[in-house]
């Protein structure tokens, strides 16, 4: 392969798909396209709307579809990327079939970085098969450079509340569950939103948390806060993470990536606020994002938010 300063970087995203609204690979191939990347898609489900509609019609991929859409591409040397981008699955089986496959485009290609947002649920709700919980941990997870969880995912995946009270120390209770996720695998581990209130500050504000995995086992962690805005969305994880990719990708900074990102997301949100259709009776759950409105926003990539660093901790 010729390096990545010669040519327009790829990725594999693998996640689902809406003929109506902006929600899985609708969010990310248009993010990552506008910052020059070049996109291979695979529709985990191919929907008419997201699930959050009254009326959901259309199907799922099934695992042998998709082992032979991998074998195509294996067969024709296709699978020569610079990035996997992972989301929404749905099923162990299919799940496992993207973990194997990860790991065999990782043996022939060590540098390939894999960006998993994994997709289980949120508000205390699964999306997904309680199947796909035993195949992030010990599958997937142990593949992923950089995954973008919300705080109940991360819940799901340690098996741990991270509620904090009062008397508990809550940078360190953080702490801990990100270290438990580091021993999974990953390097790095963004929580894409996680309300202050639930680590003890103001109830108005959501904070994004991130951690890196240095060497001599130590590590570097981060926050960003930012407001919260009244109103529900729908397509912001699978937003985060596209953005997370394309920024860690043009920075080669995390904190740097992460500033941006929740920076443009947050404008992205405002935008859509003040031009979208109010939910209705057919969408009960969250507004249709206004990604082309907000072309500018996110070719522009104005900081509005910073990260405020955490001591390094060492691992015991």
């Known amino acids: 392969m010729s390096n990545k300063s010669d040519r327009i970087p ?27 990347f070049e996109v291979d898609i695979i529709n985990s489900v191919h929907f008419s709307n997201h699930t959050g509609y009254k009326t959901v019609k259309g199907s799922r991929l099934t695992a042998d579809e998709l082992r032979s859409i991998f074998q195509g591409l294996l067969a024709n040397e296709l699978l020569e990327y610079d990035y996997i981008l992972t989301g929404y699955m749905g099923s162990g089986e299919l799940l496992h079939v993207v973990a194997e496959h990860i790991r065999l485009i990782k043996s022939k290609s060590p540098h390939i ?39 109940f995912e991360i819940e799901v995946l340690i098996d741990k509340q991270i509620n904090c009270t009062a008397n508990d120390n809550q940078e360190e209770i953080i702490w801990q569950s990100l270290r438990i996720l580091h021993n999974m695998g990953p390097s790095h581990i963004i929580i ?30 981060f926050q960003i806060n930012f407001p919260r805005l009244e109103s529900c969305f729908t397509g912001t994880g699978d937003s985060f993470s596209a953005l997370i990719l394309a920024w860690y990708h043009k920075e080669n900074d995390l904190i740097r990536a992460c500033e941006k990102t929740v920076s443009i997301l ?34 522009s990539a104005e900081i509005l938010f910073h990260a405020v660093l955490n001591d390094k901790h060492i691992s015991n």
Not at 121 to 132: E, F, I, P, T, W
Not at 285 to 299: F, N, Q, Y
């Open 266 to 299: 947050h404008q992205i949100l405002l935008k859509t606020m003040e031009i979208s259709k109010p939910i209705n009776i057919h969408n009960k759950v969250g507004r249709e994002l206004c990604l082309i409105e907000s072309k500018t926003i996110i070719e």
């Open 192 to 221: 894409s939103s996680i309300s202050a209130a639930k680590t003890g500050g103001n109830q108005t504000v959501l904070q994004m948390r991130a951690s890196t995995k240095l060497a001599d086992n130590q590590y570097q962690t």
């Open 10 to 36: 790829r990725v594999l995203s693998i996640q689902s798909h809406v003929v109506h609204g902006f929600v899985g690979n609708r969010c990310a191939a248009f993010i990552l396209q506008l910052y020059g």
């Open 113 to 151: 970085k894999y960006i998993c947002d994994p997709v289980i649920g949120d508000d205390n709700k699964l999306y997904v098969d309680q199947s796909c919980i035993e195949i992030y941990k010990n599958e997937i997870l142990p593949l992923a450079d950089i995954i973008t969880p919300n705080d």
